[in-house]
């Protein structure tokens, strides 16, 4: 049975003065009660609120003291909406952290629905209903713990600012966050160590205003997006590295970046390497249907990173046969790649969703040396184990010389495997 309490009167609720619930001791709101408050929470240095019920803000959130909950009930819920037919701007402030189960953003009444400057974490779930979350570059942080999550992030309702990830779970995170205007998110793959924490942000901006790009014939990018771009970080003390994914849009990525060659949309991701001062392939997975760039292997670095268009160089001089059914008879038991024979000076590398390498091996199909489910690349983990089915990824180098010189060509894309 709930137990409902509405706070409607705040101390110093005198007319020249804005009407607050200052909190000067300890609050401790059960499971299963709800509590509302009409006016602005004031969280004092040396007080405490623990909430394991519901708690309704339909005005702003100062903290200074300890806000927290029960982590072993998981039944703490704070709602930030604005009162019935109040137009207002959620203010989420103080000098103290304030950590949160489940969290409702829901604020219909302005765009620009919150304010946030405070380190706000969340370890259940975020519903992104209305309103857009702007975070203070100085004063804010959006922190994601260990399984926290979102939901119903869009257009209407994002973050825009920098968001963190700590203490990343076995699953992949999608980081809500865009201008306040377009969602944008940026996805990053779970990291061996899931100690590692990760920052990301959007930008609709020019990037190579303050990264410039030096246009190179012998490179193969062809087109770098200048309308928007992603920061993604890792924590200083980190140590594992992520695969990334970003998506386009055509209301903000540039058409230049989304032109078809040959009816092939060839993106790649790329990034502004800090010590060699421009920008390096870092390769691109493309899937069509959900307008996404996977890089086919973890990041070399972190930092600025865009989509770039990269240059159909050569014809398709390799057919490359993304299917694996090692038990059959069909001629897809293995990796099949027709006419890699004629390159010899060429590499094979497929890793697994997690970025690690589970086959390498130079001069393909030389002497036997082919992809047939089994983990036996050098340096790769459980060696000459049998894989388990599921998607992998692939890099195909080769050199090839179109009568202007050498010049090593790069192929990537999913590779699906069938090992039972």
Sequence with gaps: ??????????????????????????????????????????????????????????????????????????????????????????????????????????????????????????????????????????????????????????????????????????????????????????YISAPNDIKDAFLSQYHLENPIVSHPYQHSETELIAVINDKEYWTVERAADGVNNIILTLSWNEQTTPKSILTEENGVLDLHIVRWDKSQKKWIDEGGIVNKELK???????????????????????????????????????GNDFFRIEHINNFPNNSVEIYNRWGVKVYGTQNYNSNGNVFRGISEGRGTFNKSDKLPSGTYYYIVNYEYDDGTGPRMIKKAGYLHLENN
């Design 292 to 330: 996404t760039v996977t890089t086919p292997t973890i990041v070399r670095d972190y930092g600025v990173f865009t989509l770039a268009r990269i240059k159909t160089m050569v014809k398709n001089h390799i057919e490359i046969y993304n299917a694996v059914a090692t038990n059959s008879d069909k």
């Design 1 to 186: 049975m709930y137990k409902y309490i509405a706070l409607l009167i705040g101390s110093g609720a005198v007319a020249q003065h804005v009407p607050i619930v200052a909190n000067e001791g300890i609050l401790t709101i059960s499971s299963q009660t709800e509590v509302s408050l009409l006016f602005k929470l004031e969280n004092k240095k040396d007080a405490a609120v623990s909430n394991d019920g519901s708690v309704y803000y339909y005005s702003d959130f100062h903290n200074d003291g300890l806000y927290t909950f029960n982590h072993k009930k998981k039944t703490s819920y704070a709602v930030f909406q604005p009162y019935q037919g109040m137009v207002k701007s959620h203010k989420i402030t103080g000098t103290a952290p304030s950590y949160f189960f489940d969290v409702l953003f829901n604020n219909e009444s302005l765009v620009d629905g919150f304010y946030l400057k405070n380190d706000m974490s969340i370890a259940g779930t975020a519903n992104f209903t209305a309103g857009i979350v702007q975070v203070d570059s100085l004063s804010g942080a959006l922190v994601f713990e260990k399984q926290a999550k979102h939901i119903n992030t869009s257009d209407k309702s994002h973050v825009n600012g920098e968001v963190e990830k700590m203490e990343q779970h076995k699953d992949a995170f999608k980081f809500p966050i865009g201008n306040g205007i377009y969602f944008r998110p940026a």
